[in-house]
């Protein structure tokens, strides 16, 4: 499965959606400081998910 998730940060209450195949590692990832692109935002909040059995399918929904 390949997932589009949105997460809130709690420091700045911004919103953030990424794409990945495993989401409670991604999830971690984030709230761990090691993604260049949020690791300032930090700690998160889980908001949202969907899941999509093609990996094009759930690319395309994370640019929407």
Do not use: Q, W
Not at 17 to 22: E, S
Request: proline content about 2%; hydrophobic content about 30%.
């Amino acid at each position: 499965m390949f997932y589009i998730y949105v997460i809130k940060s709690k420091k700045d209450k911004d919103l953030y959606i990424g794409f990945t195949n495993d989401l409670e590692r991604r999830i971690k990832e984030h709230n761990n400081g090691l993604v260049l692109s949020t690791k300032l935002r930090k700690p998160f909040d889980f908001i949202y998910c969907e899941g999509y059995k093609s990996e094009k399918d759930a690319r395309k929904r994370e640019l929407i």
